[in-house]
């Protein structure tokens, strides 16, 4: 089923669906959520559950597990797209993917006990589930709301959404050698402060204000983040910087001083030099090569 508005009621729906559509201004009070994917592919929408606050933007995805409260909202002209599992979807899905099949054509009939819990978390977009998601969007697109092809598709996601948990739980193993439960906790507290840098990169971001967001002492933060990131947080935050001056550099007729300035540097010798650092060319260098080169490819054309 395919609606193109929020539901009024989530939990009176008995089946998969998918939400798609696009609007400046929407809001889903809080609910119970099921098991479901949420995306924007345009603008920006906000996820609040008991855990966190969560703004999904083109490029990454959220995750909301089964009984989760949940509210969500949009301001600006925004596409949302979102995958809603019926309640047992994923547990049954998890059951026929882990069991052998002779113990399926003997027990089928016997309710499957164990729970689907993934990570809650945004997630960039990837080629194990994005393409699967990119074709749900496309159906919808032609409105092509065939019950039997929805229900395919939610079990080809759950089997995704498996395989990257498998991944994301060699990164938790990294984690100093605790209890197993107190690696999911602190991972998803370092996962939140990445969120935090990836949301607010362009301002003030101090080591003490991201180790904060984790609850964390600085020391102990550091420490892990660069476990699970195999780089620290200052690293990662200049990172972010440079991809979106080069984005500017690019899109817009913006100064290089301004550049500068916008995504978060205090130091225009400081943004050169590291932006040098990184693609072998100077800002001013690197936005008359790529002028020039796309002028060339127009006179091509």
Known sequence: MILRNYPESVSEIRKNFIVHFTDSEKQMTKHLSPL????????????????????????QYLIINNGQKCESRIENPTESFSVYFESGF????????????????????????QHVNFLEKLYPHNNILSPSLMR???????NHDDEDFIRESCFELIEKLLIIHRDLY?????????????KMELYKRICRAKEYIDSSFTENVTLEKISKEACLSQFHFLRLFKVIYQKTPHKYLTEKRIEKALSLLFSTDKSITEICFDIGF??????SWLFKKKFGLSPEMAREQYRYHMSKMKFKI
């Open 36 to 59: 479901s994917i949420k995306c924007s592919m345009k603008g920006k929408e906000l996820h609040r559950t008991s855990d966190g606050s969560y703004e999904v933007t083109p490029g």
């Open 266 to 271: 205090e130091s225009l010798s400081s943004f």
């Open 136 to 142: 749900l969007r496309l159906a919808s697109k032609v």
């Open 90 to 113: 994923a547990n049954e899905s998890l059951k026929s993917l882990v069991s052998p099949s002779e113990k399926l054509l003997n027990y089928s009939y016997i309710p499957n006990i």
């Open 170 to 182: 060699k990164e938790i193993e990294k984690l100093p050698p605790v209890k197993l439960s107190t």
